[in-house]
């Protein structure tokens, strides 16, 4: 499994654009890059994935380096309800392997 | 995606007893997977129940203490055995939501506390 660098916390202002960055570059070349969040309380939501190209829906942008040894969740306009551990996972098999993630503060 | 609902949302146990946490999946699916939160923490993968044959445990974790079942192509068990307070956590299981690549859905998750 390819290991990923985030950085721990991030903190945006309300309704501001956020870039949360991830590092994989041991990432194999058949890996998906999937993207999760986790709010308070709950379990771990899918947000988004991609292989090679960049990727849009109705919760976020997944903006993917051309080498794939990192890519970026773009948030367009973060809410208070954003504030959430956002975790990147390259994989290529069955299994999802949690890091740390990236802690999301939202401020008002 | 599939829908899963997760029993029960939270418990509190008495050390050396035991505690059975099901997960309902409202389509068929091949694979289910057992994951911990310990508190603070990220999530840690216990194993992945296959229907019809043994789970597939991940390093750490063994059959005597997690033993899985997976009955059906909706439905698995997770029991937590002989319980001590460091098995206090949050559970959850996991299917995915669609061909291998588009990621997975997680359940709520079961909240244990083990007293």
């Known amino acids: 499994d390819a290991k990923t660098t985030q950085p721990n916390s991030m903190e945006s202002n309300e309704e501001e654009p956020v870039h949360l960055p991830c590092n994989h570059s041991t990432i194999s070349g058949t890996d998906y890059i999937h993207w999760y969040r986790q709010l308070p309380s709950q379990g771990p939501e899918y947000v988004i994935h991609g292989l090679t190209s960049n990727v849009n829906n109705r919760m976020a942008s997944l903006a993917i380096a051309e080498d794939r040894k990192s890519s970026t969740l773009i948030l367009h306009r973060a809410t208070l309800r954003d504030a959430a551990v956002y975790y990147c996972?390259?994989?290529?098999?069955?299994?999802?392997?949690f890091g740390a993630g990236t802690r999301l503060f939202v401020k008002a | 995606s599939a829908v899963i609902s997760q029993k029960p949302s939270r418990d509190i146990c008495q050390r050396g007893t035991s505690l059975t946490i099901q997960c309902q999946v409202d389509?068929?699916?091949?694979?289910m997977f057992w994951y911990r939160q310990q508190p603070g923490q990220s999530l840690t993968l216990i194993a992945t129940a296959n229907q019809g044959s043994e789970a597939t445990y991940e390093s750490g974790f063994v059959i005597d203490k997690f033993p899985i079942s997976r009955p059906n192509l909706t439905f698995s068990t997770l029991t937590v055995s002989n319980m001590s307070p460091e098995d206090s956590s949050i559970y959850l299981c996991?299917?995915?939501?669609?061909?291998?690549?588009?990621?997975?859905?997680f359940g709520s998750g079961t909240r244990l506390t083990v007293v």
């Open positions: 389509s068929q699916v091949t694979m």
């Open positions: 996972i390259p994989t290529g098999g069955f299994k999802t392997i």
């Open positions: 996991s299917v995915a939501r669609g061909p291998l690549g588009d990621g997975y859905t």
